[in-house]
């Protein structure tokens, strides 16, 4: 059975977390932590506790666009800290993944990929939803890399589709499966994150729910599944390859501990990160010379983080699969959907049922072996729908950069219409031709319409729109 720690488990339940904080923490944690941080170090600890938490979002760098602005994250040049937090459901710039909402500490995963990943490599997200480390990842990777973002709790798999759609790129798989799943990729990645599910402590201060749960025998429960979950995604890293393993917890046993136990029982080497002293990040606290970092607040100005980079003992070659049999678009959809991108010539043209698929040429064997063995919520940029002899286009095609801009009739549209588009109600274009449109905010498509005159139907899709009504936004 698969066993979920409270990270997985965070929701939102009303209550005003810092007030339930002080007066539940529990006080086996207080020893506990006092005890592995030092005193001074936890009392510092302590009184950031009883702060504001930060709110943080970063930019996607490939949909330009002039709006929200802040105090920039230390550790990347894509993030900002914003004075407050706004209403992020009523920004259609939001929607359309302009942006991603993130806790300022996790973007520390950009100093790890520029510091060690050069050229293009075959990677893996394993707890990925619900999207944020995926989507830096995807502006991360050098160009012609490939990201297979896995999430296996059912909703919180389509959550992460929905952001990895929105994010845009082409090179991006979303699949819903066990790490035991991917037994049969063997060395088929260079690049494995483990964004390990944990037992939250570092999210305290903005989760009441974790507070309330907080035990020794989940941690210990995590810890263990922890090892778990490395170990059976082991072997689909190849030998020579990086892993990433990190958590939002402070306890050493989900934390150095299991560092030590992977390098030790599985094979690896624990890599140094170049850090800057002003950023305030803690290094190991049990085992001096370990290479790992740890985000206190109080310290860094950010949530609990914890991260260790790892090398594979070994090298080997990546695993190549076979390119299956395919079916292909035939010449006429493949020269009008061609049109719809920048650079066509870089797509093979792939047919899943009556969807028309652009996968990158360099990834369609990969992307095939994965979609015959694995539950893929999404794969490459799905273009369109062929239905009775036409072709209907998708909204990831809306979403993705790979849109060539002048494929389709764009109309521009004030917020108050944008909103009402992503609450998926039906709109009125009658000075408009015919046809699907497309739908942009300062100049930043949305999705399509279907125009038919007297009114336009709404294609955003049904299980993403707005469910507040617009004008209360």
Known sequence: MHIFCIFALRHENGLNPLKLLLMNLNAEFIERTETLFGKAVYDRFAQALDEEPVV????????RFSGIDGDNVPWTSLGCYLAERPAFTADPLFHAGCYYVQE????FLEQVVRQFVASPVRALDLCAAPGGKSTHLHTLLPEGSMLVSNEPMPLRAQVLA???IKWGRASALVTKNEPADFASFRNFFDFVLVDAPCSGEGMFRKDSFAVEQWSVPNVRQCAARQREIVADIWESLRPG??????TCTFNREENEDCVEWIAGNLGAEVLKVDVADEWGITGSLTTKGLPVYRFIPGFTRGEGLFMALLRKDGDASLAQPRMPRLKVADKIVKEEVGRWLREPGMFDFVM????????PKEHTAA????????RVLHCALPLAE???NKLLPQHPLAMSVELEPSAFRRVEVERDKALAYLHREALLFADEPVGHLLITYKGVPLGFVKNIGNRANNLYPAEWRIRKNPLEL
Do not use: D, F, P
């Open 104 to 107: 300022a500490s996790s973007m």
């Open 56 to 63: 943080s979002i970063r930019h996607n760098e490939l949909k």
């Open 352 to 359: 899943s049922g009556e969807t028309v698929v652009a996968m």
């Open 162 to 164: 929905e952001n990895v």
């Open 367 to 374: 992307m095939m072996a994965l979609c015959q063995k694995l």
């Open 386 to 388: 062929a239905k009775n």
């Open 241 to 246: 390859g990086l892993m990433v393993y990190s």
